[in-house]
């Protein structure tokens, strides 16, 4: 399984990046796909989820209402659209997959949950 992260940038703060994962080497019917970053001396934290085969999707808090994750299937992408970005923002994300059931009414925020992650891509929002 390989996952290919891309789209991070400079930004300044109000503006807008979309991120995508590209993933090969399965079927991810049975996969939940997230997103997480780690920003300058933070731990790493989760962003955002979506259920590859319904399109369920759970947020953090601090990106609701401003970021959005969505798949397309037909090429096997993840994305993330992120809107009114801040300087808080800054970070590496990294695209990760992870075994989940099929029709789960929720989806896991646990990177232990997650066995596949991409290289990451640097997202940096000036104030």
């Known amino acids: 399984v390989q996952l290919q992260a891309s789209g991070g940038g400079l930004v300044q703060a109000g503006g807008s990046l979309r991120l995508s994962c590209a993933a090969s080497?399965?079927?991810?019917?049975?996969?939940?796909m997230g997103w997480f970053r780690q920003g300058p001396g933070k731990e790493r934290e989760f962003v955002a989820a979506?259920?590859?085969?319904?399109?369920?999707?759970y947020y953090t808090d601090s990106v609701k209402g401003r970021f959005t994750i969505s798949r397309d299937v037909s090429k096997n992408t993840v994305y993330l659209q992120m809107n009114a970005l801040k300087p808080e923002d800054t970070a590496v994300y990294y695209c990760?997959?992870?075994?989940?059931?099929?029709?789960?009414?929720?989806?896991?925020?646990?990177?232990?949950?997650?066995?596949?992650w991409g290289q990451g891509t640097q997202v940096t929002v000036s104030s």
């Open positions: 979506i259920s590859w085969s319904g399109g369920n999707t």
């Open positions: 080497g399965r079927n991810f019917d049975s996969y939940t």
């Open positions: 990760a997959a992870g075994p989940w059931p099929i029709g789960a009414t929720w989806l896991s925020d646990e990177e232990r949950t997650y066995d596949y």
